[in-house]
């Protein structure tokens, strides 16, 4: 993709950043961006569902919709946004429909125009490499921040959506796996415990052993260790 330059708003300081793919350098410092920024305590869903196994999944499967925002400046953080997209197509349907996984923006980078260009970004490849016409984002309605953001962007079509969770070992269905599964846990647990201690009373009884061969041995019987050489003079 072509790189595209970006300053910030003119009563600002002037701060300027680089729209690119993302590349393998990258992936610790977008993991750890979006480890700052999707807080439990704010979006748990988005917390919950943050790991290095989605940048690194998303990364291998749709690079091409993998964007960074470098800051064009040496000094301060390197990666100022990102934006982690993907493609959805239906077999045997014409429509492909662009999805946006992952947004961020730097907490101290933020009402500077970095998602936006990031956003447009993302969106010109889709419609130029994969003919998109319907782009896709979701977030916590709680999340005021992204609403208006997606909202200024255009995404007015709303469709609620419920996220729906439970904690297993409180759910009358299901907690008995949990059960049975931290059972089986104590059980590995207690067999390794056992297994290590077999292995250690026989590798000392292996010790043992050579010692006891050792001392039997015909070379051992027939040499008189020093000490009863020394007894024998002293008599
Ligand atoms: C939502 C988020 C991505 C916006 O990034 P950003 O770079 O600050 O957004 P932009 O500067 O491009 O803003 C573009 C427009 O969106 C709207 N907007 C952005 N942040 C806003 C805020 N905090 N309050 C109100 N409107 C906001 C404004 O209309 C803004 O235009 P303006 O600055 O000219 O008024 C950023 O706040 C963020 O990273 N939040 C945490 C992660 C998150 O919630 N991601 C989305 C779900 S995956």
């Known amino acids: 993709m072509e790189t595209k330059k970006h300053s910030s ?5 002037k701060r300027s950043f680089t729209v690119r793919q993302m590349e393998i350098d990258d992936l610790a410092e977008v993991y750890k961006l979006g480890e700052m920024s999707f807080k439990p305590d704010l979006w748990p869903m988005l917390y919950r569902s943050w790991d290095e196994y989605e940048v690194t999944t998303l990364f291998n499967t749709d690079g091409d919709y993998c964007l960074v925002a470098e800051n064009d400046d040496e000094t301060g953080d390197r990666i100022v946004g990102f934006v982690l997209g993907t493609v959805i197509s239906k077999p045997g349907s014409a429509w492909s429909y662009g999805y946006i996984i992952w947004l961020c923006a730097h907490p101290g980078w ?21 003919g998109i016409r319907i782009m896709m984002a979701d977030t916590d309605p709680e999340n005021q921040r992204a609403v208006r953001f997606f909202q200024k962007k255009g995404f007015t079509d709303e469709k609620p959506h419920l996220y729906l ?63 009863k050489v020394a007894k024998k003079r002293d008599k």
């Open 165 to 227: 969770s439970t904690n297993l070992e409180h759910n009358d269905h299901y907690k008995e796996l949990i059960i049975a599964s931290r059972e089986a846990a104590l059980d590995a647990e207690y067999l390794k415990r056992i297994r290590k201690l077999a292995e250690d009373r026989s590798s000392s009884n292996l010790a043992k052993n050579k010692k006891k061969k050792a001392t039997n041995s015909p070379q051992a019987r027939r040499a008189p260790t020093k000490k």
């Open 9 to 13: 708003h003119a009563n600002e300081p």
């Open 110 to 130: 933020q009402r500077e125009g970095v998602a936006s260009d990031l956003v447009d970004s993302l969106v010109e490849i889709m419609v130029e490499e994969d």
